[in-house]
């Protein structure tokens, strides 16, 4: 791997010339999008000038400092954007010349362990055609890295094309996604409420109503409290919920169920799919299904169960484990006959996938600022020596001698070898323990699995119970 003599330069991208140059790149690392051709590169212009302009993204990328004798397509290629309105004539836009590679970086805010946290994001990766395997993403990575330590982001995530990858660069898997086919009849009909009355709920057209970009504030606060209830859901902002339920023409249709005082507790975005077995077959797709309470999980239920005659299936892409539980027919609606499983007697509930990856930025600030305020399962008078081997980027994830008392965590120590001086020492790469510190995996599936070793073995119940997660973490927000 060799970055080339030429030498670069990474700074923010800011200006028209410079999103034309993340078009250029972008688009062709992006093929599914079918923006590279000259006549629809245009779009990609627009989608990343709109991303310059968010408060919540920054657009990264890494320039050669030299730019004699490179291509001319990749340099100077204008991309042509038509006028916005009729008798506007259409502009060129010359890309900014020598751009190698880009990245979104994204700044969330995430319940982790009941208590809101700043996330770093990282979205749009792209390195040109013409300079991969010279170990820009590997510049790319570091350098985002080191900009979410400065901003206090000591915990980042991201969603991998492909999780070896980013695996190999310390990014450990958060808990599976699940995607269900539901058939609408497998909806339960009504739930347990006060002193064991089962309730129906109100008819679909009292329940829920049509909400619009009048109510997105509304919808934010509600998304925010629903994320407060939920281990690692990301909260969203009112242009997350925009984009994710108006942008779309009208094609996502947006209902909302509100308690008695008014208040909105819940919100259900989805589309429609036709099937290609007839225009008459057609499934409903749910893109967000936000519920406070258990009153505004049914009013969506009911509303989804009455669909039946129309609807074939219903979509829906969780990370919740324990979702199967929800339903009267927790099988697979297409999948419903089929056995699976040990001898074949099982039934196929969902498919599962793997989707989120987190990554420890620095486990000094983890422990002495990020998770200061966290309770480790009330875990008393024990001190452990974590070594979390950091092979991409060691210079930030030296080992730590951390003291819990009454479940509080302090650092004792940060690098060289401490491990005299603990009740324990627990040994394992910074993948699986960024998958461990966000309660995705126990540590005692990491010891079995051979992927983490814990000194004493006897210890190792104490500290699994430090890392125990009641709840595995679930969200769904992509970026
Ligand atoms: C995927 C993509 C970003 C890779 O970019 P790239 O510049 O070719 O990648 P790099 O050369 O930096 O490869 C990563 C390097 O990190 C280095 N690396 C990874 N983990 C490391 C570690 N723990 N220690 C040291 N080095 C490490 C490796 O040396 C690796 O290089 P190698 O292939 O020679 O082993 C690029 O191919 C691309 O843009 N693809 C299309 C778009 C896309 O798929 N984007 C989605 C990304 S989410």
Sequence with gaps: MTIENRGFEIRQLVTEADAAAAARVGSLAYTFTNQYSDGTLQHFFR??????????????????????????????????????????????????????????????KINLFGTVRSLGGLAFVGVDMKHKKRGYAK???????????????????LHPFRPDFYGNMGFGLSSPYYDYVISPSALPKDFVSVNGAKVKGEPSFNALKTLKPTHLEEMVECQNRYSSQIHGMIQRNALSISEQAFKS????????YRDNSGILRGYLLFTFETTTSGGLINDLKI??????????????????????????????TTQETDFFRLLNDPRSGPAAGEQSGIVGFGRETAKQSIALQYKVVNLEKLFSEYFADRDFNGVDDFKLWINAEDTFTPEMNPPVLLQFKKGRVSVLEVGGNHSDKADASMYLGIADFSALVVGAVSAKLLARYGKANVEPATKLNIVSRIFYSEDSPSNSVFF
Excluded at 250 to 256: Q, Y
């Design 47 to 108: 989608w990343v000038t709109d991303k310059q302009s968010h408060e919540d993204k920054q657009v990264w990328g890494i320039f050669h400092s030299q730019l004699d004798n490179l291509d001319d397509d990749f340099m100077n290629a204008p991309v042509s954007v038509d006028a916005k309105t009729a008798g506007e004539a259409a502009t060129l836009v010359a890309p900014t010349p020598g751009l190698i590679a880009h990245w979104i970086h994204r700044n969330f």
């Design 287 to 316: 893109a967000d299904l936000v519920h406070e309470t258990t009153e505004a999980l049914y009013a969506f239920i009911k509303f989804l169960r009455e669909q039946d005659d129309q609807i074939r299936y219903i979509k829906l």
């Design 249 to 256: 023409k009208g094609v996502t249709r947006v209902l909302g």
């Design 139 to 157: 510049v790319l990575v570091t350098q985002w890295l080191k900009d979410c330590f400065a901003k206090g982001q000591y915990l980042v995530a």
